[in-house]
Every structure is written in structure tokens, then in C-alpha cells.
């Protein structure tokens, strides 16, 4: 192993000289290429390739996978076969693995590498084997700009894969690096990739274990846990180990958001992407939310997408480069089959984060969020929890409380021209969750005064003055609908420092 090490030592330094980053693969490219790269066509890329720089010949070789002539890399060619990285032959390197640069969460960095298995593309008449061990992707990235930037000494990486969660973890430009990270995987060959990834990323000392779910952790507790699960649902056992748990249905993710609060220490997270099912008679925010309910924690499950049965089996089929087979028509027709015998009308897609604060009762938010928001969202997770808490004991103190209005919200009157009143307020969120809100008078005059000193019994009773409206119906006004305000993210309750 001591050659392996020194190897992968050497080839993440002749990395980084070559410029090969998000960025520097990103300029190379240029946007017609790189959008065509993004729909898995690399001509385009081949060609803005072709000039023999050391970043031209690793964008080629690692990310088009395409043979270079090891000319191109002589410096570094030696240790790319060592560490298992390629292999030459007839004086060209072929890449035996993926290797591929990770941007930091907020899009200003690099943060390493991640090694995995060789892309499977469509039309390449192969598809991934059992073992087969994916990169970064959408839904990889999607975790790591979920995860919190508040600072974490003990961390777990549940299912690492190739070990992207474990890299971004590291990254010290999101926030200070945590003293022990643990990453653990069911597959063998996953922790072997992972390992080379932290290698490459100078990411040292993480713990790797083997092992479902929180088997490998027993009696462990941690500051945060994050999870990218095996969470597709398919109709049989578990044919891909990167994707599929062999649980049925989404018990998986179930499991999941039910054991891990035990393993939390006091105000840690736990933060996964799942996909849930739509099971027809029962509502999926009710069914989801009882999970939650179950685990004592403050929680926000957001369902970003949703998909129906037929949808959901192309999409899996083709990732697992199935479609146009022979096999594709049975295939797809099991999926249906499957979701048919369950009663399965969709199937959601979305992120879930627990918070063990130790309340008696617990804030938990279920609901659908189909548009964009401000990234990275781990920026401000906490601060959208302490507002569900906040609104959840806002009803009882309500004329005691300071409040303020949140920071980044315009204001829009909607009616026709040179009317006196407007038809509509809308308050309006210009980032984090974007949100909009249709308000009423006493709530847009809050807005505007509110700043949180001062307490706002008074502020509504100046409001009650100013509208010639009932003292007494407008602070019940104000208890009925500031607590929607206030979860939502508009308006704010100082929390003592």
C-alpha cells in the first residue's frame, strides 16, 4: 500500500498543475461542448480536446474516457498505472477508472476528487455490473449542498459509494474540517474506490467500515450523519448494490430516519435524499411525516419532484443502459407489474433533515417544493429549523415576542392602476427558499416597522390606531397568521445568543 499511496500522492499533484478542475475542465471546454457533455455526446468535447495539453490529455483519458497517447502524460504515466488508475498499452493510456473533479458547495473551489467505476454510456452495448460504483452526479451534489456549514467534529458518511460525501465533508472552504469522519458502505469494492478518492483529495484518516445501514456504528453516536441510500425502488431484490437496498418498497429510507436519531448526539443532524412512494388512499405528506413524527426530532422533508410508475422505470432502465435491449420490454413491464401489486400512483423525490433538539414537541414541516432555491441550501437549513420551531411556540407568547422582518423580502401591490387599495399584497423572498406570500394589511405594515427590538403588542396596537382597526382583532389576526409567516422564513424571532 506505501506504493499506491506515494502514486495516488504524485498523480493528485500532476492533477492539480494540469488545472484539471470543475473550473479548468469547464474553460477548457467551453459551452458547446460541455452542454453536450452534459447530455453524454462527446464528440464536441474530443474536439475542443485535441491540442496535447497535460489538462487536455486527463479531460480526455478520465472524463471522455477516451485513449491518450502516453506521451501526453510522461511525467505522470508511471504512477497512473501504478495506483491502478489506467493502463498503457502500445505507447497509449487507457483509463481503467473514472476520475473526476469536485467543486466546492458553494461554486467558488475545488474540493477533490472522486474515483469510480468507468462511465457506462448509452449505445456502449454494456450496461453497469452488480458491483458497478457511480461518481458524482445530480443527486450527489444535491446532498452536498444540503448539508449544514456549521461546524461538526464527528461525522458519518452512510453509504459513501466512491466517497463524495466524505470529500465535500473535508472541505475546508464550507467550514473547519471535522476531527473524525467515518464512511461506510455494503460494498467492498465502493470503500476500495473510496479510499483511492481521499487519496487523491488529501483527504487523510478517514474510518472506513462494511456494513448495512448503522450496523457497522452500534452504540456510536455522531454530530452529523448524511446519507446518498440506496433508495430506488425496484420490483426485484437488489440487482444493482449502488442503487438498490434489496429492502422492499422505500423501508430503506424508512429504517433509516427511524434508527439514526439514536445515533445523533444532542442538536445533531441526520441529512438524506430518499424517494418515497404515493401509495393510492393515503396522502405521501402523511405517510412521510409519520416517519418523522416517529423519530423525536425537528424535522423538513421537502419533495422536490415526483414521478408516475412509467416514468420512474424509464428513467432506471436507462440508467442502467437497458434501453433498446432486448430485455427492455420485460423489464419495463416488471417495474409496472410491481407498482401495480402496490397500489403505487408516484413516487417522490426529495431530501429529508432531522435535528435532535431535544424538544418536547418537536417542529416537523412536510411539503413540496417544485421550484428553484438559493444554493447551497446547508447555508441556512438550521436557520429554516429554528423557524418552524419558532412558529410552533409563537401562538402562546405572541403580544410578548420581538419580531423581525427577514432579511432579502420585497413587497408587491397588485391591483389596477391608480387604484387606492391594492387588490393583493404578496411579500416576496429574493433568495434562500424564494418563496412568495399573499398578506393582508396588518401584516404588510409589520413588515415595514417590525425590526426586533421592539416587543409587538405595541407595534400592533399602533397598527390597530393607524387602520382604525379593533386593538383585539388585530392581534387575533396577528396569532392566526404570523405563525405560517414566520415558518415560512418572512418574519423572524431573535433567538438569545
Known amino acids: 500500500m506505501p506504493d499506491l499511496h506515494s502514486s495516488l500522492r504524485r498523480v493528485r499533484a500532476a492533477l492539480e498543475d494540469a488545472g484539471y478542475t470543475v473550473a479548468g475542465v469547464r474553460e477548457l471546454l467551453g459551452p458547446v461542448a460541455g452542454g453536450a457533455l452534459a447530455r453524454d455526446e462527446i464528440v464536441p468535447a474530443v474536439r475542443a480536446t485535441g491540442g496535447g495539453s497535460p489538462l487536455e490529455a486527463l479531460t480526455r483519458l478520465f472524463w471522455l474516457q477516451v485513449p491518450v497517447g502516453a506521451a501526453a502524460l510522461k511525467g505522470t504515466a508511471d504512477d497512473l498505472v501504478a495506483a491502478g488508475l489506467a493502463e498503457a498499452s502500445g505507447g497509449e493510456l487507457r483509463a481503467r477508472l473514472h476520475v473526476e473533479p469536485l467543486e466546492s458547495v458553494t461554486g467558488d473551489g475545488h474540493a477533490g476528487y472522486a474515483v469510480s467505476d468507468l462511465k457506462v454510456r448509452p449505445g456502449s452495448g454494456a450496461g453497469p455490473a452488480a458491483d458497478h460504483v457511480v461518481g458524482a452526479g445530480g443527486a450527489s451534489g444535491n446532498l452536498a449542498r444540503l448539508v449544514i456549514h456549521k461546524p461538526v467534529d464527528n461525522v458519518l458518511d452512510l453509504g ?5 460525501q466524505a470529500v465535500h465533508l473535508a472541505d475546508a472552504s464550507v467550514r473547519p474540517r471535522p476531527a473524525r469522519i467515518t464512511a461506510t458502505d455494503v460494498s467492498p469494492r465502493a470503500l476500495r474506490l473510496a479510499a483511492m478518492s481521499f487519496a487523491l483529495s488529501g483527504v487523510d484518516g478517514v474510518e472506513l ?26 420490483p426485484s431484490g437488489r440487482r444493482f448494490t449502488y442503487r438498490e437496498s434489496g429492502l422492499p418498497g422505500d423501508e430503506f429510507c424508512r429504517r433509516l430516519v427511524a434508527e439514526a436519531p439514536a445515533h445523533l448526539t444532542d442538536g445533531g443532524h441526520l441529512q438524506l435524499l430518499a424517494n418515497w412512494l404515493h401509495v393510492d388512499g393515503t396522502p405521501w405528506d402523511e405517510r412521510v411525516g409519520a416517519w418523522a413524527e416517529g423519530s423525536g426530532c425537528d424535522a423538513w422533508i421537502v419533495q422536490r419532484d415526483v414521478q408516475d410508475p412509467a416514468e420512474y422505470a424509464e428513467l432506471w432502465l436507462r440508467d442502467s443502459c437497458e434501453t433498446g435491449t432486448p430485455e427492455y420490454r420485460s423489464r419495463y413491464g416488471e417495474w409496472l407489474d410491481h407498482f401495480e401489486r402496490l397500489g403505487i400512483t408516484g413516487i417522490g423525490f426529495g431530501w429529508i433533515t432531522l435535528r ?3 424538544a418536547a414537541r418537536p417542529a416537523i414541516r412536510v411539503e413540496e417544493l417544485r421550484h428553484a432555491v438559493e444554493q447551497p441550501v446547508g447555508a441556512y437549513v438550521d436557520d429554516v429549523l429554528n423557524g418552524f420551531a419558532a412558529a ?9 415576542v420581538t419580531l423581525g422582518a ?6 408587491e401591490q397588485i391591483g389596477p392602476p391608480g387604484a387606492e387599495d391594492p387588490e393583493r399584497i404578496v411579500l416576496r423572498q429574493s433568495g434562500r427558499l ?6 393582508g394589511t396588518v401584516e404588510a405594515a409589520l413588515a415595514g416597522v417590525c425590526d426586533g427590538d421592539i416587543p409587538l403588542e405595541p407595534l400592533l396596537d399602533a397598527i390597530a390606531q393607524l387602520t382604525d382597526m379593533d386593538p383585539g382583532a388585530v392581534r387575533a389576526h396577528a396569532t392566526a397568521v404570523l405563525p405560517e409567516l414566520i415558518a415560512d422564513g418572512f418574519f423572524e424571532v431573535p433567538r438569545p445568543d
Open 160 to 164: 459513501t459509494g466512491c466517497g463524495v
Open 209 to 234: 467500515l462494511d456494513g448495512p445501514l448503522l450496523e457497522p456504528v452500534r452504540e456510536r453516536r455522531f454530530d452529523l450523519i448524511v446519507s446518498n441510500p440506496p433508495f430506488v425502488v425496484a
Open 356 to 358: 435532535k433538539s431535544g
Open 392 to 400: 410552533r411556540e409563537f401562538s402562546t407568547v405572541c403580544g410578548q
Open 406 to 411: 427577514a432579511a432579502g423580502i420585497t413587497q
Open 434 to 439: 424564494m418563496r412568495a406570500a399573499g398578506i
